[in-house]
């Protein structure tokens, strides 16, 4: 099943749209963000996706500080980008003043990592980095199961205006290293391929 977009009025207000986002009887077990204004329905992450997601997490766990978390099902938003987004992996404080419940201000979180579904690898690539960078989260790991020259991890830093940089690239099989303040090596070579 492939993702579900919901449109919305170009006159509505980002409070309007997240309201919507925020009342509406969604599917249970779906994945509902808010990609540049659309809302989109996902399907749950397949086996190896959230195999990939928990082993990322597993490595995490063993460097961040106690008072970070590791969240796979936190909302985040980004209003300048019309965005609300559930990454697959989110590092951010766990001490957090906010007057809502439903998500937390992107620019909080440390890095964000998104493992690709072959559907919707498009919004992984493209629309979700340009928010995250333009947010200031300062790391974004993609693991592109589906890239077009074979599944790759590409660690994304140094947020200038909605562009991240390259800062290391891993065909699955290679070790990809998240620098400081995690330090620590991500090993590809059990990340399922298909």
């Given at each position: 099943?492939?993702?579900?977009?919901v449109?919305?009025?170009?006159?509505?207000s980002?409070d309007?749209?997240?309201?919507?986002w925020?009342?509406?009887?969604?599917?249970?077990?779906?994945?509902?963000e808010?990609?540049?204004?659309i809302v989109?329905?996902?399907?749950?992450?397949a086996y190896?996706h959230?195999?990939?997601?928990?082993?990322?997490?597993?490595?995490?766990?063993s460097?961040?500080?106690?008072?970070?978390g590791?969240?796979q099902?936190?909302?985040i938003?980004?209003?300048?980008?019309l965005?609300m987004?559930?990454?697959?992996?989110?590092?951010?404080?766990?001490?957090?003043?906010?007057?809502?419940?439903?998500?937390?201000?992107?620019?909080?979180?440390?890095?964000?990592?998104?493992?690709?579904s072959?559907?919707?690898?498009?919004h992984?690539r493209?629309s979700?980095?340009?928010?995250?960078?333009?947010?200031?989260?300062?790391?974004?790991?993609?693991?592109?199961?589906?890239?077009?020259d074979?599944?790759?991890?590409?660690?994304?830093?140094e947020?200038?205006?909605?562009?991240?940089?390259?800062?290391?690239v891993?065909k699955f099989?290679?070790?990809?290293?998240?620098?400081?303040?995690f330090?620590v090596?991500?090993?590809?070579?059990?990340?399922?391929?298909?």
């Open positions: 099943m492939s993702a579900l977009t449109g919305h009025d170009p006159e509505q980002w309007d749209l997240v309201r919507f925020e009342e509406m009887e969604w599917p249970e077990g779906s994945k509902v808010i990609i540049e204004g989109t329905v996902s399907p749950a992450p190896r959230n195999d990939i997601a928990e082993r990322i997490q597993r490595r995490l766990y460097v961040i500080p106690e008072d970070w590791i969240y099902t936190l909302s938003a980004v209003p300048s980008r965005g987004f559930i990454p697959d992996i989110l590092v951010a404080p766990r001490q957090i003043e906010t007057d809502v419940d439903t998500h937390i201000p992107a620019a909080l979180a440390e890095l964000v990592v998104e493992v690709t072959r559907k919707n690898a498009r992984d493209v979700k980095p340009a928010a995250y960078a333009s947010a200031g989260i300062p790391f974004y790991l993609l693991v592109d199961r589906w890239a077009p074979g599944p790759t991890a590409t660690l994304y830093g947020p200038h205006g909605d562009v991240y940089r390259p800062l290391a891993a099989g290679e070790p990809l290293v998240l620098p400081a303040p330090g090596t991500i090993d590809t070579s059990d990340f399922p391929t298909e």
